[in-house]
Each structure stands twice: as C-alpha cells, then as structure tokens.
Nanobody, 113 residues
C-alpha cells in the first residue's frame, strides 16, 4: 500500500485548499478511503470517509465546509476544504478504510493570517 498526499500549504482564515491522495498497491475502486488529521500536540482525528459506492460521511465540525470525493480512474481521493479556520491547522493524512488504517506521510495545512 502506498499513499501520497499533496496540496497542503499556508492559507488565510476563510480560504480554501484542495488536498489530493494518490493510492497504489491495492484495489482502490473497491476500497473505502478516509481522511484524518493531527494537530500539534493532539491525537489523530477522523475528518471524512468515502465508500466505494461514493457514499460519504464527515466529522461534525467539518460538515458543510469539507467535501470528500474520489476519481477511481486516477486512484485518487480528494478533500476540498473551504471556510478554513485556524483550528483546522494540522497534518492531513489519507488512509485506506478506517482512518487508523495504512496512511501516507501527510501534508501540512496551516491556517493563519
């Protein structure tokens, strides 16, 4: 399993970012995929999940701001993040299946003015 996240960076409060995660080494199209994040000094937090049939779920604090999607032709899962807040600052990871499953190296998102 290999997962490579990208798209993080520094953004002002209220701004947007789109994270990408390219997957390989397993049957992506039949796998649920999750996004998780870890803020400095805090534990791993579940963000969102997308199932193989396209159904999605979100943590309450992300509902209405974040959108997860997938492109099975590109073995890629995305996380569109809008209306970002300073408390969204974290390293964001994608994972296979459950958010505690195999993860990539992460991509840093910093929300600051």
């Amino acid at each position: 399993v290999q997962l490579v996240e990208s798209g993080g960076g520094l953004v002002q409060p209220g701004g947007s970012l789109r994270l990408s995660c390219v997957a390989s080494g397993f049957t992506f199209s039949s796998s649920a995929m999750s996004w998780a994040r870890q803020a400095p000094g805090k534990g791993l937090e579940w963000v969102s999940r997308i199932y193989s049939n396209g159904d999605t779920s979100y943590a309450n604090s992300m509902k209405g701001r974040f959108t997860i999607s997938r492109d099975n032709s590109k073995n890629t899962v995305y996380l569109q993040m809008n209306s970002l807040k300073p408390e969204d600052t974290a390293v964001y990871y994608c994972a296979v299946g459950n958010y505690r499953g195999p993860r990539g190296q992460g991509t840093q998102v910093t929300v600051s003015s």
